[in-house]
């Protein structure tokens, strides 16, 4: 998926950029959207000249846009289950079994937070070109 960014900022050759709001225009979640606001690191390894305000164009392929949202809510949701199943062989307290279920989702978390720590570079968005006005 393409999408058009704002450069927000370029520090040392890291630029961080911001969404184009008028990508939002048509959206029917735009009023509950959090993104409009949001800035994000992006790779430039083409190493385009960009300034702050400039506009660019950059690359968010599918798959590894879906695998980050699995990680990021996928997998702690999945580690609800296990939690449960395993709390409730060993205790039928329902105050114990909830409390390591929710621990076991808090570990999803972790370990999500942990992955993305280690592969933070093969998830960041890469700048494919330079948008003119």
């Not at 520090?11 to 939002?24: P, V, Y």
């Not at 225009?25 to 994000?40: I, L, N, P, W």
Request: charged share 20%; hydrophobic share 40%.
């Amino acid at each position: 998926m393409k999408q058009t960014v704002t450069i927000q900022e370029n520090k040392d050759g890291k630029l961080i950029a911001g969404c184009d709001r008028a990508a939002c225009e048509g959206c029917k979640g735009s009023f509950f959207c959090t993104s409009k606001k949001a800035v994000f690191p992006v790779l430039n390894p083409e190493g385009i000249p960009l300034e702050k305000g400039d506009k660019a164009e950059i690359d968010l392929p599918s798959g590894k846009t879906l695998f980050t949202v699995f990680m990021s809510l996928g997998l702690p949701l999945l580690m609800f289950l296990p939690g449960y199943f395993i709390s409730s062989m060993f205790t039928k307290s329902e105050g114990v079994i909830l409390l390591s279920s929710l621990g076991a989702v808090a570990l999803g978390f972790l370990i999500s937070a942990v992955y993305f720590r280690f592969h933070r570079k093969k998830y960041t968005p890469v700048i494919t070109g330079r948008k003119e006005d």
